[in-house]
Every structure is written in C-alpha cells, then in structure tokens.
C-alpha cells in the first residue's frame, strides 16, 4: 500500500513569495491533515478536511494560508506572501476516518530568505 | 507554553544504555500516543496508551500511561544506534485534534 506522498520535498523561496504544496493520502482515507513543523519542534496542526470539507482550520493564519482539498482526494496548502517564520516542514498525514491511526508524509522543508 | 511539556529535549547516550522521556501535562487525556521521526521523514506511531495505569511494550521499549492520564514516560533498554530520532508524545485533548509535545531528540552512539 503506497504512503501518503508529498512534493515538492524542499523548496527555496524569498520573503514575499507564493509557495504551494501538494499532497495525495493514502487511496480511501477520508480525513486529510496539514502541520506545520519549526525547527526543534513538534508538529502544529494547521487544518483538518473531511472528505472536502474544512472541520477545523482555528490554527490556519488565513490572511497569508490557505488550503484546498475540492475533489476530497489530493490537497493543496499555498502560503501567500511568505514570511521568514515560515520556515519549517510542513508534513501532510492521513486517516481512514477522523480519530484513526494518522499515517504522515515525509514532509516538504520550506526556507524563506 | 506547550500543552504537553517533554523532557529532556536532548539526550545523548552509548549504545547499550538504557534512558526514560517523559511527557507531562495538567490535562487530562483520553489517550496518549507516541511517535518516532527519523530525520527527512513523517513521525510514525509507536503505541496508543489509553487506559489510566496502562504498561506496553514493544520490544526494548516500555510505554507507561500516568493514573491520572495526565503523564506518559518512554523507557529504552539497552538503547542501540537504530533507536536514534526524534521522540514525540501526542495527545487529543477534545474530539480529533492532535496535539503534539515539543519533542526529545535522541542520540545513540555506537
């Protein structure tokens, strides 16, 4: 069974630049995670989908992210303009249903200039 | 401040040595779980401690849930390179969000 996969892996952007990350979940798994993880920390839940549904987004800064997941399968997180604290890795994960086993991605590391 | 507190951040050991982590809180948990995240990867889940009390273990490794559900400790028996990462406590304080501790990074030298 393939893994929740994730790209780009890494990316270089400058400070007020658009930056956009893909991820695809595991086939079937209907809730769908994006984190934001800072160096030397744990992750940060930044939103949570069900299907294509946004449950929870309190910890989404909506006035620079955003996120999308319109066909409930693959999702996209866009940051817009990007700030130098925005680097971190930003890891996807999946589940079969809200409150399962959640299985991550490797992660795309973000570095702003 | 962190709702859940790990500790140490750091450790630095010889192979064949045992060590503990710890990962408090002041809330209380349904359940507590605990991941590893090697580095250019996603954290995997170890184990799920639900139960008050609760010991598992998975090989050299002993997970312990405080009775109050407020605590979990990771304890490694004769730790080997392998068992270097990144260790990350996790609970879900109300419905399904994740929330994570700030992580013990572990190194094991051969």
């Known amino acids: 069974e393939a893994g929740v996969a994730q790209s780009p892996r890494y990316k270089i952007i400058e400070k007020r630049q658009s930056v956009a990350f893909w991820c695809n979940p595991i086939?079937?798994?209907?809730?769908l995670y994006w984190y934001q993880q800072i160096l030397g920390q744990g992750p940060k839940l930044l939103i949570q989908?069900?299907?294509?549904?946004?449950?929870?987004d309190s910890q989404l800064p909506k006035d620079r992210f955003s996120a999308e997941r319109l066909k409930g399968v693959d999702s996209t997180l866009k940051i817009q303009p990007a700030k130098l604290e925005d680097s971190a890795v930003y890891l996807c994960?999946?589940?079969?249903?809200?409150?399962?086993?959640?299985?991550f991605g490797p992660g795309t590391r973000l570095l702003v200039l | 401040t962190q709702l859940l507190e790990q500790s140490p951040q750091f450790l630095s050991i010889q192979e064949g040595e045992n060590l503990t982590v710890y990962c408090n809180s002041s809330?209380?948990?349904?359940?507590l779980q605990w991941y590893r995240q090697e580095p250019g990867e996603g954290p995997v889940l170890l184990v799920t401690?639900?139960?008050?009390?609760e010991v598992k273990k998975l090989k050299r490794l002993t997970f312990q849930f405080g009775d109050a559900r407020k605590d979990s400790s990771l304890h490694i028996t004769a730790a080997q390179p392998g068992d270097t990462g990144l260790y990350l406590c996790?609970?879900?304080?109300?419905?399904?969000?994740?929330?994570f501790g700030g992580g013990t990074r572990l190194m094991v030298k051969p």
């Open positions: 994960a999946s589940t079969q249903q809200g409150g399962g086993t959640q299985y």
């Open positions: 086939s079937g798994h209907a809730t």
């Open positions: 989908f069900q299907n294509n549904g946004v449950v929870d």
């Open positions: 809330s209380v948990f349904s359940s």
């Open positions: 401690v639900v139960t008050g009390g």
């Open positions: 996790a609970g879900d304080p109300a419905g399904n969000m994740l929330t």
